[in-house]
């Protein structure tokens, strides 16, 4: 007999780990107090990435590049499987006339990570290539889809 599981929270999280457990064998139970994938999860702006990382710890980052690479694949899945598409694009991210300069050309360099320098509206901007973003609101319906039927292995 499957081990029962209940996951208290339909956001993101709890719908990502209950597909997860599902596959595994696992009889899950997602409980919200509200609507599944309504609250913050159908809020955010879905962008994949701190908005300033030269101000966070190194594994804040580490842990950014993961999500980038599973949500790319992720959306591959999804469009692959007949899903809502999320949207996933590269689109990268401008940061216009920042306070912190120095420390955005040295936090790149030390982590390996391209940043393009130059005049937007005569302001020096830097333009973070490779961040990406989402839309949360079809991720999220995508997952419901999944999370109910589970036609999808993550
Ligand atoms: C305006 C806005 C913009 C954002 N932009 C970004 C962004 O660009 N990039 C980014 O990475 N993050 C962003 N975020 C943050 C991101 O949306 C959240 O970190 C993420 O959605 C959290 O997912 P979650 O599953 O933990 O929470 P939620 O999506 O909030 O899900 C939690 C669920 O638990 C339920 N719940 C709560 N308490 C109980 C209870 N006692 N019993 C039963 N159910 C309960 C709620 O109803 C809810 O459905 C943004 C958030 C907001 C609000």
């Given at each position: 007999?499957?081990?029962?599981?209940?996951?208290?929270?339909?956001g993101?999280v709890?719908?990502?780990?209950?597909?997860?457990?599902?596959?595994?064998?696992?009889d899950?139970?997602?409980?919200d107090?509200?609507?599944?994938?309504?609250?913050?999860?159908?809020?955010?702006?879905g962008?994949?990435?701190?908005?300033?990382?030269?101000?966070?710890?190194?594994r804040?980052?580490d842990?950014?590049l993961g999500?980038?690479?599973?949500y790319?694949?992720?959306?591959i899945?999804?469009i692959?499987?007949?899903?809502?598409?999320?949207?996933f694009?590269?689109?990268?991210?401008?940061c216009?006339?920042?306070?912190?300069?120095?420390?955005?050309v040295?936090?790149?360099k030390k982590?390996n990570f391209?940043?393009?320098?130059?005049?937007?509206?005569?302001?020096p901007?830097?333009?973070?290539?490779?961040?990406?973003?989402?839309?949360?609101?079809?991720?999220?319906?995508?997952l419901?889809?999944?999370?109910?039927s589970?036609a999808?292995?993550?």
């Amino acid at each position: 007999m499957a081990v029962k599981a209940v996951i208290i929270g339909g956001g993101v999280v709890g719908c990502i780990t209950a597909i997860k457990l599902k596959e595994n064998g696992y009889d899950v139970t997602v409980v919200d107090k509200s609507v599944v994938g309504e609250e913050s999860s159908a809020a955010g702006a879905g962008i994949i990435f701190p908005l300033m990382p030269w101000n966070y710890e190194s594994r804040v980052f580490d842990l950014c590049l993961g999500a980038l690479s599973f949500y790319k694949n992720l959306s591959i899945k999804l469009i692959k499987a007949g899903f809502e598409d999320p949207e996933f694009i590269e689109s990268g991210m401008i940061c216009i006339d920042p306070s912190d300069k120095k420390k955005i050309v040295q936090w790149g360099k030390k982590n390996n990570f391209t940043i393009k320098e130059y005049l937007f509206n005569n302001r020096p901007s830097y333009e973070l290539a490779k961040v990406a973003q989402l839309i949360p609101t079809k991720l999220m319906k995508s997952l419901k889809h999944i999370y109910s039927s589970l036609a999808l292995s993550l």
